[in-house]
C-alpha cells in the first residue's frame, strides 16, 4: 500500500489558489493508494482536490475550523499491519515516543507518528517509532510559495519504506527540503539514506 503524506499546504487563500500546489504534487498523488493531510488545511476545497486522486484522511491544525467527516483532531488506523496516528502538532520535538504517545494519542502503541505544523521535513527511527513531519508541498520551512516537500509511506505486512521526497525547484526560490529515507523489516532498520547518500544504520 502506497500512502502520500502531505500538510499544511494553507490553501485556498487571498493570495494563494489551489493550482499552487501544481503538477509536481498531482503527479506524485496520482501514485498513491491514501491521502494523510497533516494539517493546515484551511478549506475543504484542498481535501477535495487532493480526493481526485486518492481517499483522504486529514489531522486537523490551528487554522482549521472546517467541519468534514474527513477531518478529525487524531487519526489513528492500522494499515497493512502497521498501527498509524497522526495529529496535526506533535510537540515537544525532543520528548520520547511513549510521553508523545500519552500526550497525544492516549498512550496507544503505534509504529508510526505522523505529524505537521512545522513546514520542516522530519524522518526519525526512535525507540522502535518512525516519526514522520512531510513538510509543506508549497510553503516549505515557513518560506514564501516555493516547492516543497510531501511524504511516502509503502506498506506491506511486517516492512515499512518511509521516503521524503522533494518536489523540485522553484526558479530562483529554492527548495529548502532534503530528501531521505528509511526501510524497516520487522521492526528493524535496515537502510537509510540523507540526500541520496546511504547512511550506516547501525549508528542510527
Known amino acids: 500500500m502506497r500512502v502520500g503524506l502531505i500538510s499544511d499546504t494553507h490553501l485556498p487563500s487571498i493570495l494563494r489558489q489551489l493550482d499552487d500546489l501544481g503538477p509536481e504534487a498531482a503527479a506524485f498523488l496520482r501514485t498513491v493508494d491514501l491521502i494523510l493531510h497533516g494539517g493546515d488545511i484551511v478549506s475543504r476545497s484542498i481535501l477535495d482536490w487532493c480526493e481526485q486522486f486518492a481517499p483522504v484522511l ?8 472546517l467541519e468534514d467527516p ?9 494499515l497493512e499491519g502497521w498501527r498509524i496516528g497522526m495529529v496535526h502538532d506533535l510537540r515537544p520535538i525532543a ?4 510521553e508523545l504517545s500519552r500526550l497525544h494519542f492516549g498512550g496507544a502503541e503505534l509504529d508510526v507518528m505522523i505529524a505537521g505544523d512545522t513546514h520542516v521535513e522530519r524522518l526519525e527511527h526512535r525507540d522502535g517509532v518512525v516519526i514522520m513531519n512531510s513538510g509543506s508541498p508549497n ?8 516547492w516543497g516537500t510531501v511524504g511516502l509511506l509503502e506498506l ?16 530562483g526560490m529554492p527548495n529548502p527540503g532534503t530528501a531521505r529515507h528509511m526501510v524497516l523489516e520487522e521492526g528493524r532498520l535496515v537502510a537509510a539514506s540523507l540526500n541520496g ?6 549508528s542510527i
Open 70 to 78: 474527513r477531518v478529525m483532531d487524531v487519526q489513528l488506523l492500522t
Open 197 to 202: 547518500k546511504a547512511l550506516d544504520v547501525t
Open 156 to 171: 506491506t505486512p511486517g516492512r515499512l519504506h518511509a521516503e521524503i521526497i522533494r518536489l523540485g525547484e522553484t526558479p
Open 58 to 65: 486529514a489531522a486537523r491544525g490551528n487554522h482549521d475550523v
Open 95 to 98: 520528548a520520547s515516543p511513549a
Open 139 to 146: 510553503l516549505s520551512w515557513h518560506k514564501e510559495t516555493r
